[in-house]
């Protein structure tokens, strides 16, 4: 079968990189202006490719799950999609690893980028860093969640790999991959296996159930309609949102005036379907 991986790229390949290197180790990673210069020169790439190649399991972090887990197997059967952030300490990470994984002859897809926080806090405030980082995590959730869907439909074996990143995007790839039934693998750096994660997810019921229904033509419910659903449905709404199977949002004044299913609410149904068949 097939097998289709999602890998969170954190900065591990950097920092060992720096430690090997005592003229750059002090150099912040949060430093964009540096690391901007950094991935223009071609030797620099070059020299950080020749390092990760030559341990790659013991330089990376993210490799050294994953060439554990696909240890054995056809690289040409597996397809890889990197997930980093839009800072250039790991943009350097991120390409270095593709190309080393193209090398080796993966299947290597393009990667989206999400909020990294520190690009924004540079170029704009804090405030708006952090509200575009909030923001990143659930468009990390929502398109994993896609991918991993759209994969499986087509036969694939869906694999997520949270080992690196932000503690923020490691939980948002475990957790779309739990939301998914995908198989979830982690290493912590002293390990000596891979861990494969248990299943883990909240499975509506009752009165749960029924409300997803009810909102499972993915119409927005506002006004009059809103507050029958929040009468009718106290429990079962602030249940089903702090899940993520729903979402409420709020005016203003932080009064909720509007619900809508969520991509994990329409993925729960249609897994209660095929489980029913």
């Not at 290493?187 to 009165?207: H, S």
């Not at 729903?246 to 005016?251: A, F, K, S």
């Amino acid at each position: 079968m097939k097998e289709f991986h999602i890998i969170n790229v954190g900065n591990s390949l950097l920092s060992n990189f720096q430690r090997n290197n005592p003229e750059i180790s002090k150099i912040q990673q949060s430093d964009n202006d540096f690391w901007k210069k950094a991935i223009d020169d071609v030797n620099f790439m070059e020299e950080i490719f020749r390092f990760l190649e030559s341990n790659p399991k013991e330089r990376s972090a993210e490799m050294n799950t994953f060439l554990r887990v696909v240890e054995g197997k056809n690289p040409k059967e597996i397809e890889v999609y990197l997930s980093g952030t839009n800072t250039y300490s790991n943009e350097i990470c991120v390409r270095t690893i593709q190309r080393y994984l193209r090398d080796k002859n993966f299947i290597v897809y393009d990667n989206p980028e999400f909020p990294g926080y520190f690009l924004e806090v540079n170029n704009y405030d804090e405030k708006y860093a952090k509200d575009e980082f909030v923001r990143g995590i659930a468009e990390m959730v929502d398109r994993f969640i896609y991918l991993a869907l759209k994969k499986k439909e087509e036969g694939y074996e869906v694999f997520m790999n949270p080992t690196g990143g932000f503690k923020a995007h490691v939980i948002a790839c475990a957790l779309a991959g739990f939301l998914t039934g995908c198989k979830v693998y982690y290493m912590n750096e002293e390990f000596r296996n891979v861990i494969f994660m248990p299943e883990l997810f909240y499975l509506p019921k009752g009165r749960e159930v029924k409300l997803l229904e009810i909102l499972s033509d993915r119409r927005p419910r506002s006004g009059a309609e809103y507050k029958s659903i929040a009468d009718k449905f106290v429990n079962e709404l602030e249940r089903l949102r702090v899940y993520g199977l729903v979402d409420v949002e709020t005016d203003d004044d932080g009064k909720p005036f509007r619900v809508k299913i969520t991509a994990r609410g329409i993925l729960f149904l249609n897994t209660s379907k095929e489980v029913q068949r």
